[in-house]
């Protein structure tokens, strides 16, 4: 593990550079924004542009690297995405920053596939779980990190904008320097969400909802905005929320290989949306109030893995490769939704709102939940595969420990056809049990 690790330094360092610069932007664009007066609205719909550049950028950019190659493709998309950084630190503009903000997500939504797929290269069946593990721990922790920066400079200046822009451009060089061969780059056959949602309707359900939960999280700068939290706090509020998600995923995944996913899923859905609605009422300040925030996060955030571990446990290996792209898109897609429901939640309402918006989106996926737990029973425990934390972008299940990445290749060669040739199987198998073994959901 340490062997590969060495390997991809310089990779994983550019990456948290990325991800500090990821984290600090939206939080930035939430504060200046709020103390701008766009509106509470206008600043939902900023960040709803940034989700909607990362399901074009999902879309195009494989295309893209098939044409110019990874390295082209890479410095071309960090480019993109830092002068449209300081584009925002010039034009002060609900529009430009609206326009920007989508650049931005679909930038990065081409540095990260491009930055997996070295990973994917690089990691072998032994060690692939080991460094799907590191790199999400690189990956939240750098978001997390992110909001600390906000300290820096004012938010009302153009240095953190500067900043962020330097930082994606110096994540270049270590990459750039390091990654000499291309990796190889296969487009997989997505597959619909329709037939996703036919073999597994809570995993389908949850990552759209989730999705927009994690959405509304990203309003959380603009709440603590609101409610008048100094710059400081707002920093230290941000990222005791990413980091409660990040602290709590392990432990929960844990306990879902033993309990279930169904159970696990309407455990932290039912104690989320409880804090969250506590939260709507709650007046204190200093360590409950971020006890209060890092349990929100803790029990929001890791539902996306759950939901998506959840779908896996009716896919082969070959099948969670091609359902991920559909599952990242409709999280993006959720998460687009989110941000702008919650902001007029909270502009119709009040600050609080964000909470209250959590809350019923979590009260949503327990209640159908409930409902799916009536229609079939929880799978087996000696039939689920272990639960791995995924980031929500196309290629992380490929890093996915479960995953043989010759058998990928192999079904690749032969016709990517035969997912989908797979699935109907699958979804024959589920509506007519007396024909086979029954699948449960």
């Known amino acids: ?98 326009l920007m903000r989508l650049v931005t997500g679909f930038a990065f ?34 978001k997390a990190g992110g909001q600390m920066l906000l300290n820096l400079a004012p938010p009302s200046g153009v240095e953190l904008f500067v900043l962020i822009s330097l930082l994606v451009s110096l994540a270049v060089v270590p990459i750039l320097l390091s990654a000499t061969r291309a990796p190889q780059f296969d487009v997989m056959e997505k597959v619909s969400v329709l037939q996703l949602y036919r073999v597994s309707p809570l995993g389908i359900f949850g990552v759209l909802v989730t999705g927009m939960s994690l959405g509304a999280n990203g309003m959380g700068a603009v709440y603590a905005t609101d409610i008048g939290m100094s710059v400081k706090d707002v920093s230290f509020f941000m990222g005791t929320l990413i980091m409660g998600g990040f602290l ?69 290996p070959t099948q969670m490769v091609a359902a991920s792209g559909t599952l990242v898109l409709l999280s993006s897609a959720g998460a687009a939704i989110g941000s702008l429901v919650t902001a007029l939640a909270m502009e119709l309402f009040s600050p609080h709102a964000f909470y209250g918006s959590i809350g019923i989106m979590l009260t949503t996926v327990a209640v159908f939940a409930l409902w799916r737990s009536t229609q079939r029973a929880d799978v087996d425990s000696e039939d689920m595969g272990d639960f791995v ?41 589920l509506e007519n049990p007396d024909d086979t073994r029954s699948t449960e959901d």
């Not at 033993?258 to 696990?264: L, P």
């Not at 455990?267 to 007046?283: E, L, Q, Y």
């Not at 925030?293 to 779908?311: E, K, Q, R």
């Not at 929500?392 to 989908?420: G, R």
């Open 389 to 429: 934390v995924l980031a929500a972008s196309p290629l992380s299940a490929s890093l996915n420990p479960d995953v043989n990445q010759e058998e990928i290749e192999a079904a690749v060669d032969e016709n990517a056809e035969v997912i989908n040739t797979s699935l109907e199987e699958l979804i024959n198998d």
């Open 109 to 142: 939504a081409g540095l990260f596939i491009v930055a997996e797929s070295w990973l994917n290269e690089a990691a072998d069946n032994d060690s692939r779980g080991q460094l799907l593990s590191f790199y999400m721990l690189i990956t939240l922790g750098g």
């Open 248 to 316: 709590f995923q392990y432990p929960l995944g844990w306990l879902s290989d033993r309990i279930g996913r169904r159970k696990v899923i309407v455990f932290c859905c039912v104690g989320g949306a409880i804090t969250s609605f506590f939260a709507m009422g709650f007046s204190g300040e200093g360590l409950a109030l971020f006890a209060i925030v890092a349990t929100v996060g803790g029990l929001s955030m890791p539902l996306y893995s759950l939901c998506t571990t959840h779908t896996n446990d009716y896919l082969t």
């Open 1 to 98: 593990m340490l062997a590969v690790i060495s390997n991809c330094w310089a990779l994983l360092f550019g990456m948290a550079l990325i991800m500090l610069g990821n984290g600090l932007e939206a939080t930035l664009l939430g504060v200046r924004g709020a103390k701008e007066g766009f509106g509470t609205t206008v600043i939902g719909l900023i960040m709803s542009c940034y989700y909607i550049g990362l399901i074009v950028g999902c879309i195009f950019v494989p295309k893209m690297v098939g044409r110019v190659g990874h390295i082209r493709t890479f410095g071309a998309l960090a480019s993109l995405a830092s002068t449209s950084i300081l584009l925002q630190a010039i034009f002060v503009h609900p529009a430009v920053w609206s």
